[in-house]
């Protein structure tokens, strides 16, 4: 696993409340599903097992949706592009997959995971960067903090806050393969996306 000085970047009120209003508008435009885990796809998420429903239940709870906007796209891409050669990266990307909108209510929450992985390729193309970006108000609700777990280090155990994204419309963007986690909200509700940025596999 590559190791880097920043391992993430973060963008502070980049999204303006309008933007962000209008993000949650159109992220709640289709019906919201069940967020599930890529050991479990769509099209088997009917037919799940009682089991199979407590081990994604154990590992994640939530609502998504999926946005295909070009707007939405010219938007985000300038923060991955400036964060990729900011923090030295210098990854080579140049796709997205659709815009993921999650909803976090009572109780909801993601636990550890990665964002790359076999089961996320496409186009013969892998997850490289992720960008997450805070759209609720955070006087709206409690809990829901975004944190990582840089298993490359000294300490795996080792749990870092990302409290830069708690603003409203504030952008993180940082290498898919990081471990990270939405803890429970506690009360409220809790709005963002996720955009993953793909390109071929490393050299």
């Not at 993921?100 to 209510?105: A, G, L, N």
């Not at 990582?148 to 898919?176: C, E, H, M, W, Y």
């Amino acid at each position: 696993m590559l190791y880097y000085k920043d391992l993430y970047w973060y963008f502070n009120k980049a999204l303006s409340p309008k933007i962000c209003d209008k993000i949650i508008k159109f992220g709640k435009k289709n019906k919201l599903k069940e967020g599930r885990i890529g050991s479990f796809p769509d099209k088997k998420f009917k037919v799940l097992t009682k089991n199979q429903r407590k081990i994604l239940k154990d590992k994640r709870d939530s609502k998504v949706s999926f946005i295909d906007e070009k707007w939405l796209y010219d938007l985000l891409f300038p923060y991955v592009h400036t964060a990729n050669k900011l923090a030295s990266w210098n990854f080579k990307v140049d796709w997205s997959e659709p815009i993921q909108f999650t909803e976090y209510k009572d109780n909801q929450f993601y636990d550890w995971h990665s964002d790359s992985g076999s089961e996320n390729q496409s186009n013969n193309k892998i997850r490289k960067l992720s960008l997450v970006a805070s759209l609720a108000d955070p006087k709206k609700y409690k809990g829901g903090e975004f944190e990582f777990q840089f298993r490359n280090l000294d300490d795996p155990t080792l749990i870092t806050k990302a409290p830069q994204l708690k603003p409203r419309g504030s952008i993180v963007v940082f290498p898919s393969y990081l471990y990270h986690r939405v803890k429970p909200i506690l009360k409220g509700t809790r709005y963002s996306i996720v955009m993953w940025v793909s390109g071929y596999p490393y050299q």
